[in-house]
C-alpha cells in the first residue's frame, strides 16, 4: 500500500491506524474535523501532523476529486468510531453528516477502483445504542452496492494508550491513579473481547492484505474473559460482575468470518501502557 485515506482519522481506530500507515510510509489523507484548540484530538494531530506523509483535511471541505487524491489504494471509513460514544444532542447532526461521507467516499472508490473498508463493531446485533445502530444502516447501505469493491471488519472493545474517556479502562485508570476508587462508572462497552489497540491496528491491515472483496469479518483476540482479566489488573476494587452480562454482544451472524489476531501484547504490559499515558496527558494537558 502507498496511499491510503483515513475517515475518521483522530478517532480512537482511525489515529492508530494513520500512526501504523505513516510508520509503514505510507502517504495518508487523513479526513476529519478540524479540532477545538487544547483538545484531545489538537494533540494528537500535534503528534503526526509534522509527518510529511500526512496530509490533514477538514472534513466539511473534502473534496475526493482533488487532484492530489489520486492512485489510492485504499479508504478506511471510521467516522463513527466503534469503540466511541456520541452525545444524544449530537446523534442527528452526525448521522447527516456521516451518509453524506460516506456516500463521497464510496462514490470516490467505486469510480477509482479502490478498496473501500468500513470498521465496524461487533455490538451492532444487540442494538445496544443510537451508534452502533448508524453502523448497522452503515454496513446494510454498503453491502447494498453491487460494484464496490468493499470489506467490513467488525472490532471488539480496544484499550491502551488513547482509548476514549467513556470507556471503563479509561475511567478506572484515572480513578486509581487519582485514589478515587469511590467512583461511579457509565458502563456502555461490549464486555465479549478485548484487544490492545496496536494489536487490532494489526488485525485490520491483516485483513485487508488478505483481501476477499466483499466479506464481513469479526476481528477476535481468541481467547476468553480478558476484559474481565484486564480489570482486575487496574484495580481489585473495581466489580461489575453484576452487569458484565447486559452488554455481552448478540454476535451470532452466520455470514460474517471470524479473523483471530493473537495479541502480541500482554495484559500486563498493555494496561502499563495505557496508565503511563493517563498520566503523561494528565501533565501535557493541565
Known amino acids: ?38 483538545s484531545l484530538e489538537e494533540e494528537k494531530l500535534l503528534q503526526v501532523g509534522r509527518n510529511a506523509n500526512l496530509i490533514f483535511t477538514d472534513l466539511n471541505d473534502c473534496i475526493f476529486e482533488d487532484e492530489n487524491m489520486t492512485d489510492i489504494d485504499a479508504v478506511f471509513y471510521t467516522l463513527i468510531d466503534p469503540n466511541f460514544r456520541i452525545k444524544e444532542e ?9 451518509r453524506n461521507m460516506l456516500e463521497k467516499a464510496i462514490d470516490h472508490c467505486d469510480q477509482k477502483r479502490c478498496k473501500f473498508i468500513l470498521l465496524s463493531t461487533t455490538c451492532i446485533e444487540s442494538g445496544a445504542s443510537q451508534e452502533d445502530k448508524l453502523r448497522e444502516q452503515d454496513e446494510l447501505y454498503v453491502s447494498r452496492n453491487d460494484t464496490l469493491d468493499y470489506m467490513i471488519i467488525r472490532l471488539p ?43 487490532a491496528i494489526d488485525g485490520i491491515l491483516n485483513i ?15 481467547l476468553e474473559d480478558q476484559w474481565k482479566a484486564g480489570l482486575r489488573l487496574i484495580s481489585e476494587s473495581f466489580s461489575f460482575d453484576e452487569i458484565i452480562d447486559e452488554f455481552k454482544s448478540n454476535q451470532k451472524d452466520t455470514r460474517t468470518h471470524c479473523f483471530i489476531q493473537k495479541p502480541k501484547t500482554s495484559l500486563e504490559k498493555g494496561i502499563n501502557n495505557q496508565f503511563e499515558y493517563v498520566k503523561w496527558l494528565k501533565k501535557r494537558l493541565k
Not at 485515506?5 to 479526513?31: F, H, K, M, S, T
Not at 449530537?90 to 456521516?98: E, P, V, W
Not at 485487508?208 to 469479526?218: D, F, I, L, P
Open 1 to 38: 500500500m502507498k496511499k491510503a485515506i483515513v475517515i475518521g482519522a483522530l478517532g480512537y481506530v482511525g489515529y492508530g491506524l494513520c500512526c501504523r500507515l505513516l510508520d509503514d510510509d505510507v502517504i495518508v489523507y487523513a479526513i476529519d474535523s478540524i479540532p477545538k484548540a487544547e
Open 90 to 98: 449530537d446523534i442527528i447532526a452526525l448521522k447527516t453528516q456521516n
Open 157 to 199: 472493545t480496544l484499550y491502551g494508550p488513547w482509548q476514549p474517556d467513556n470507556l471503563i479502562y479509561q475511567q478506572a485508570i484515572r480513578a486509581t491513579i487519582d485514589k478515587n476508587e469511590d467512583s461511579h462508572f457509565i458502563m456502555y462497552e461490549n464486555t465479549d473481547d478485548l484487544l490492545y489497540i496496536d494489536d
Open 208 to 222: 485487508t492484505n488478505k483481501w476477499e472483496t466483499r466479506k464481513t469479518y469479526v476481528l477476535s483476540s481468541g
